[in-house]
């Protein structure tokens, strides 16, 4: 679909990895809530600084091109 939907990845983000792995799948944003209100304000820099070292670790450049990767690996 490209630029043309947005998904938002919603439920079961309680840390970076699992955020990662709905951006890879093809979410253009994620939403914690529960995780926020039993980790408190500090999750958010938690998931920040988790995702900016998983991009680092990528082979993508930007966190926009890791969108969707998953399933462009998995089309012929």
Same mark, same amino acid.
């Not at 938002?8 to 890879?24: H, K, M, S, T």
């Given at each position: 679909? $490209?630029?043309?939907? %947005?998904? %938002? $990845?919603?439920?079961? !983000?309680?840390?970076?990895? &699992?955020?990662?792995?709905? !951006?890879? =799948?093809?979410?253009?944003? %994620?939403?914690?809530? #529960?995780?926020? !209100? *039993?980790?408190?304000?500090? *999750?958010?820099?938690? !998931?920040? /600084? ?7 670790? #990528? +082979? ?5 091109? =890791?969108?969707?990767? &998953?399933?462009? /690996?998995?089309? +012929?």
């Amino acid at each position: 679909m $490209g630029d043309r939907l %947005v998904l %938002v $990845g919603v439920g079961g !983000i309680e840390n970076a990895e &699992d955020a990662w792995q709905r !951006i890879l =799948a093809g979410a253009t944003l %994620v939403q914690g809530y #529960s995780a926020f !209100i *039993y980790e408190g304000p500090f *999750y958010a820099r938690a !998931i920040h /600084k988790g995702l900016a070292a998983r991009l680092a670790a #990528s +082979p993508y450049a930007t966190l926009a091109e =890791a969108v969707g990767a &998953d399933n462009r /690996k998995a089309t +012929p």
